[in-house]
């Protein structure tokens, strides 16, 4: 037997040893738990003392009764000492949540406050941290609170390593700067996933539409979701003039953009776009295959009825039901197209054609 | 023949041995990564709006699918708290898996159910749809009724996958009670795949039992005060802020609980959705699609939420608890061994060398190994060959990292999201941990060996799952 580690090779006290190690180690996580929850019990008669004057500050505001001119007596909670922390953060993270909540007058009371109780001071210190998570909390807290006098030190992190950090970073240039901010498109180094794209068309949402003369150089980008983004833009503000420019990305080599460039032509398009995505058919992955098919459910014409026609006679069911409902919607008696089709063969037809109408009935 | 007998003696005491020390690394090395995921995750979404999600229309589309069998008692409830989630591209699927009560007629009649017209795809085969019901009613209009021919569980979540045209499916227990922003939650990290797919995330689930539920809401926090669904909340914890956020990390995660889990419906379509051939489906359709994409030779990668999101009742008697225990090692016996070719595949990277592995030997013979160890001991024991000595310095050494493991799931559990919030309920619940070795952990152990006869039996049942229902608040009562 050669076995190294077996049980009659480790010694009787060895084990105890480790038992008691052990042991050291529950009573010493026991003691952190005890800790911990103390430390919280603690937090929380801080954050409540907090928020008594909050509660005081917050009416005021509502109410209009704030002005700039008011001085404030800063508690003993929120002064600007290390063991005050927590407290100063709770206020931070108060003022941006009721923040979200507000416009106008009391939206600009708001900010006031965080400025006199000296918290941008905090929000500046994490920025300038060089954990990626405290400086994207700092970006984050000085967006909201307005604070555009650093735009120009947050600028350069939309370019950031950290996705966290450049997200936060173009979110504040959107924040401070409306559709001017999108300028980091031009010079994006990295790629935006979905969630930083929703992040920042959310951010844009309530801002009057800017102009779009970089679009065309965005839709042209090396950087493939720049040009994703930039046909989003273009898709959810009607870009026409970039219409070519997006039947061009039809033919770009990531299907990921081909597909969004297919939704966008949706709301783009002319009456030419019908035929141009029923050539890019059979070229396409089945993924955006089925995209076309959803497209043409919307903006489907006479001149695409003999392709839909011979995809209601496809093999795979999905593909059958998207092209009849394709017909049914956009055509000129498309429904009774499908009633006489299912007239002539039965299985699937239909049942294809009886979904098909009490869809349109509903 | 002395020898032999000594030799074979000698080599099951020296694998059970070594069994125990490998085991006792995993756990060490799963404490780490669990750490580490965690605070990870915390900090990543610690500033995150996960509201901008829920009414955005650049979000993607989502359809919850909810089985139901015999659920008559609280399925009108349950839908109602389903329906009332934050989420603006949702769709809700309730199938009715051939119920023999009134299920269909009380959701019908709650909900102003209209059969429709429904061109049923089958791509993935399932029994037969009776009737699809929707409502003309516009608060009531993204739910959808499917009425189908008994087929359990799987069947009803493949029926499900085949009526939604949604990008993504959440699979969830009808009666599991899930936080409102759950789904918000659950879609992000969809959103945030770069490279890698996102083929699938899961979420944690937490023992309902004792909670109050007020019109379907989760509104207080207890710790069950059942001392079998105390057990279960605390080996939940442990397996969810634990296991699962370690293998997460790794990206070995092998199980998304069937109570609740996220889906890509094109990847689960083209692998062919739920299998009817076991009871562990959960855990199969999860091996099946890391499969696929290993042999598709796709980047890809399973996700894990630790937010504790969705709230379920616990067996609370040991009869109930021992068919849930014996059907999960059943699960875990068929998928793996449908799934044998992964084993120390190099083909499969991590998922062949360690997530399978670990599975086998750690998961699935756990019980089985335990069992034997037991029977040496007693045999060695009657035969008068135990150092007693060695076997209680054995026993208290494997009994204290049994009790390090749970008291560090437990701090974990205060310092990420202190559920429980009363010190005399975490006081309960480090008590319950020190009572499971003796108690607990036995009962479970004989579960799985159950588990194991009936799966040379071939026993295919579920068990029925008998709930109590969840606890009001007075006023309600």
Redesign the interface.
């Known amino acids: 037997m050669t076995i190294a580690i077996q049980p009659t090779t480790v010694p009787e006290y060895t084990l105890y040893a480790y038992t008691v190690l052990f042991a050291a180690v529950i009573l010493l996580i026991l003691i952190s738990t005890s800790f911990y929850l103390r430390l919280r019990k603690r937090r929380f008669m801080i954050e409540k003392n907090v928020q008594a004057f909050f509660d005081q500050w917050l009416g005021q505001m509502l109410l209009g009764e704030f002005s700039e001119e008011e001085e404030i007596e800063i508690p003993g909670e929120l002064q600007d000492r290390r063991k005050y922390r927590v407290g100063r953060q709770y206020a931070i993270n108060q003022l941006i949540n009721t923040k979200k909540n507000l416009i106008g007058l009391a939206s600009r009371n708001v900010i006031y406050l965080y400025e006199k109780l000296g918290l941008k001071k905090s929000s500046v210190s994490k920025f300038h941290s060089r954990l990626w998570y405290k400086k994207a909390k700092g970006i984050y807290e000085l967006y909201m609170m307005e604070q555009r006098d650093l735009q120009p030190q947050i600028q350069p992190y939309t370019n950031s390593r950290n996705e966290y950090v450049r997200t936060e970073a173009q979110t504040a240039l959107l924040a401070f700067s409306g559709f001017k901010g999108l300028v980091f498109l031009g010079t994006l180094k990295y790629p935006m996933n979905s969630w930083q794209q929703v992040k920042l068309l959310e951010q844009l949402q309530p801002l009057d539409p800017g102009h779009f003369e970089a679009l065309p150089a965005w839709l042209a980008s090396a950087n493939d979701s720049v040009v994703i983004f930039a046909l989003k833009l273009a898709e959810i503000y009607q870009q026409m003039q970039v219409k070519d420019e997006a039947i061009a990305c039809l033919k770009h080599d990531n299907p990921k953009v081909r597909g969004q460039a297919i939704q966008t032509l949706v709301r783009i398009g002319d009456d030419a776009t019908p035929a141009v995505l029923e050539g890019r058919y059979l070229w396409e992955t089945e993924h955006n295959r089925t995209l076309i098919l959803e497209a043409l459910e919307h903006i489907a014409n006479e001149e695409v009825l003999p392709f839909l026609e011979r995809e209601l006679e496809n093999d795979d069911p999905a593909v059958k039901l998207r092209a009849a409902r394709a017909i049914a919607r956009n055509v000129k008696g498309g429904l009774g197209i499908l009633q006489h089709k299912a007239a002539a063969v039965s299985e699937p037809y239909e049942k294809i054609y009886l979904h098909i109408k009490s869809e349109m009935a509903r | 023949m002395k020898d032999l007998a000594e030799i074979l003696v000698?080599i099951i005491?020296?694998g059970i041995?070594?069994y125990s020390?490998i085991l006792i690394c995993f756990y060490i090395f799963i404490g780490i990564n669990s750490i580490n995921e965690t605070r990870e995750y915390l900090?990543?979404n610690?500033?995150t709006?996960y509201r901008?999600?829920a009414a955005?229309p650049?979000?993607?589309s989502v359809s919850i699918l909810a089985p139901a069998y015999n659920e008559g008692a609280t399925i009108v409830e349950n839908v109602r708290s389903l329906l009332s989630l934050y989420y603006n591209k949702l769709e809700l699927v309730v199938i009715n898996d051939g119920s023999k009560d009134d299920s269909l007629q009380k959701l019908i009649d709650a909900y102003q159910l209209e059969k429709?017209?429904?061109?049923v795809?089958?791509?993935i085969p399932t029994k037969e749809v009776k009737a699809v019901y929707?409502t003309?009613h516009p608060a009531y209009s993204k739910l959808v009724v499917v009425d189908k021919v008994n087929g359990g569980k799987a069947d009803a979540l493949n029926v499900g996958i085949n009526i939604t045209s949604n990008d993504y499916i959440i699979c969830i227990d009808a009666d599991c009670i899930l936080e409102h922003d759950a789904i918000l939650k659950m879609v992000?990290p969809?959103?945030?795949?770069?490279d890698e797919k996102v083929i699938a995330s899961g979420g944690v689930i937490r023992i309902a039992n004792s909670c109050e539920i007020t019109n379907g809401r989760l509104t207080r926090v207890y710790l069950p005060e059942n001392y079998l669904a105390r057990m279960q909340a605390l080996e939940y914890i442990r397996a969810f802020l634990l296991g699962r956020m370690a293998w997460a990390r790794l990206d070995g995660l092998l199980l998304i609980s069937g109570a609740f889990g996220a889906f890509d419906k094109?990847i689960a379509i083209r692998c062919g959705g739920y299998n009817t051939n076991t009871v562990g489906e959960d855990m199969e359709l999860v091996v099946r699609m890391r499969r696929y994409m290993h042999e598709q030779d796709i980047p890809y990668k399973v996700t894990y939420i630790p937010d504790p999101l969705c709230w379920t009742e616990a067996p609370e008697t040991a009869t109930i608890l021992n068919r849930q225990r014996n059907r999960w090692t059943r699960g875990t016996i068929e998928t793996l061994r449908f799934h044998k070719k992964i084993f120390l595949n190099p083909r499969y990277d991590l998922l062949g060398a360690l997530s399978y592995p670990y599975w086998l030997f750690f998961e699935m013979l756990a019980p089985l190994i335990e069992f034997v160890g037991f029977i040496v001991f007693l045999l060695l024991a009657f035969w008068g060959l135990i150092n007693w000595?060695?076997f209680f310095?054995?026993l208290?050494?494997i009994i204290?990292?049994g009790?390090?493991n749970s008291?560090?799931a437990?701090?974990m559990e205060?310092?990420t999201y202190?559920q429980y919030r009363r010190?005399k309920e975490?006081i309960r619940l480090?008590w319950a941990a020190l009572s499971e070795p003796f108690f607990f952990h036995p009962f479970v152990v004989w579960a799985g060996i159950r588990g194991y006869f009936d799966f040379f039996r071939k026993r295919k049942a579920w068990g029925e799952m008998t709930r109590r229902g969840f606890t009001k608040p007075k006023e309600q009562v």
């Open positions: 000698y005491v020296t041995f070594l020390v900090n990543k610690e500033i709006d901008l999600l955005s650049h979000a993607p429709v017209d429904f061109y795809n089958y791509r929707k003309k992000k969809f959103l945030e795949e770069g094109e000595h060695m310095a054995f208290l050494f204290f990292f009790y390090l008291i560090f437990i701090y205060v310092f202190n010190r975490i480090i």
